[in-house]
């Protein structure tokens, strides 16, 4: 277990869109930092009870042993930190768009995504439909621009990409594309997986797919 | 030019007395429109905002903001010659909107099922919230208020649920103050200043709100 007192540790788990979040806003920033794996199902570490004791989830960043919880939070927090450079746009109207649409983006997208793995039958087209209608909702906020925030890549692409991992997992079990669906966004997702700092990161769709087979298993589905 | 600012809101929405709150303590003149949620809902709420279609609604200058936590950031952030919400530290503002967001997910939810339910879902409804305003307790300490010495972010985020304990504590018979006696005087600290008094709504016509609410979705 690291006690890193000093810089940067990121608590993390290899499978958790929320920490891909956080690790590609590290790297947007070029800045350093330790890793420390939890193993949510076999035992949480003293440092995470400790440190996110209200959750007790990941991502948690320490910096210098403070910690910043809640994976938005916590790219805002290396935002405003790391100014450089920057990834909400310059005017206030600019910004409340983007915590709008972060906001939107945490209440409903990788919730409805949980819905269409964790049933089936009825319940997963219902699932499927209103996962679908959800992301018709997001790539409205895209729109034409290249990116949520305009031209430049940013704090929503950022809270947005990283979910996407999942995405292969959801088309799976729900037996759809989302590149039938929403086409802009599929877009979006591969040019934002030419981005290094993304491309890095994101983990491959097969070993999440394995996961959630798993998660399925653990949770007596099907 | 002047600013043009509307906020399309209802009188015992505590998302809405936040808004208005920050309005009062920035000194900014705004036109308040009194959406009925119980009725319709009015073509200028739908069209501003079409994702949610929930109030509050900040238009400035035509442009809408929705959300009132991102309201609060945007009128903290644009009215800037005024003592800001947020502190200026990082890691300051990192637990200001932590705790902010707690609220949003525990508080309200807690509030919500003590409210709407009766038996078992009210009671861990009770139990659930006294549970986490004893964690906020525990973030206030020794100060004033969540900002320190002054009003800020997570006390205007806070302060609005002081008017609705009385509906909480009547449907579910149970008292908030017993349980968090230091969270109680600071919501009388924060009631004592003008701009919170004025933008709160009164606890018993919250309470007839309520009642309205209960039946309308057919409790009890």
Redesign the interface.
């Known amino acids: 277990q690291k006690m890193a007192k000093e810089g940067l540790l990121l608590l993390d788990m290899w499978a958790s869109p929320f920490c891909m979040r956080v690790k590609i806003a590290l790297a947007e920033k070029g800045v350093a930092y330790e890793q420390q794996e939890e193993d949510l199902f076999g035992g949480k570490s003293e440092l995470l009870l400790t440190s996110n004791p209200?959750y007790q989830k990941v991502p948690v960043l320490l910096?210098d042993g403070?910690p910043?919880?809640?994976s938005t939070?916590?790219v805002?927090?290396i935002n405003?930190?790391w100014p450089s450079p920057p990834l909400l746009p310059p005017c206030?109207?600019g910004?409340?768009q983007a915590?709008?649409w972060a906001?939107?983006i945490d209440k409903k997208v990788f919730e409805a995504g949980g819905k269409i793995w964790m049933s089936s039958g009825d319940e997963l087209e219902v699932a499927k439909k209103d996962f679908i209608e959800i992301l018709k909702?997001v790539e409205g906020a895209l729109g034409e621009k290249d990116y949520f925030g305009g031209e430049s890549f940013g704090f929503v692409d950022i809270l947005l990409i990283g979910l996407t991992s999942w995405f292969d997992a959801f088309e799976k079990f729900g037996g759809f594309k989302v590149e039938d669906y929403t086409p802009k966004l599929s877009a979006w997702i591969k040019k934002c997986m030419e981005r290094e700092s993304v491309a890095k990161t994101i983990v491959e769709p097969e070993k999440i797919y394995q996961c959630v087979v798993m998660l399925r298993k653990m949770n007596g589905i099907e | 030019m002047a600013d043009e600012v509307i906020l399309l809101d209802t009188l015992p929405s505590s998302f809405g007395m936040r808004v208005r709150i920050a309005l009062a303590e920035k000194g900014i003149r705004y036109e308040y429109r009194d959406e009925q949620l119980l009725q319709e809902k009015s073509p200028l709420l739908l069209q501003m905002n079409p994702v949610h279609k929930m109030i509050p609604v900040l238009i400035h200058n035509g442009k809408p903001i929705c959300e009132s936590l991102v309201i609060l950031q945007y009128i903290d952030e644009v009215w800037n010659d005024k003592p800001p919400f947020l502190p200026s530290d990082p890691y300051q503002r990192s637990k200001a909107r932590f705790w902010a967001d707690f609220i949003d997910k525990k508080v309200y939810d807690s509030g919500k099922r003590v409210l709407m339910n009766k038996g078992e879902v009210m009671e861990q409804g009770k139990k659930d919230m006294i549970e986490c305003l004893k964690l906020l307790e525990g973030e206030l300490g020794d100060q004033l208020y969540f900002g320190g010495t002054t009003l800020g972010f997570l006390d205007i985020a806070l302060v609005p649920y002081c008017v609705w304990f009385h509906s909480y504590e009547t449907c579910g018979d149970f008292s908030i103050e017993a349980e968090c006696p230091k969270l109680m005087a600071w919501g009388q600290r924060c009631m004592g200043i003008e701009n919170v008094a004025k933008s709160l709504y009164d606890k018993h016509k919250v309470y007839e709100y309520a009642l309205q609410l209960r039946e309308r979705f057919g409790v009890k």
Request: neutral net charge; hydrophobic residues 35%; aromatic residues 20%.
């Open positions: 209200i910096h403070k910043v919880c809640e939070n916590i805002s927090y405003e930190t206030a109207y910004k409340a915590r709008f906001d939107f909702q």
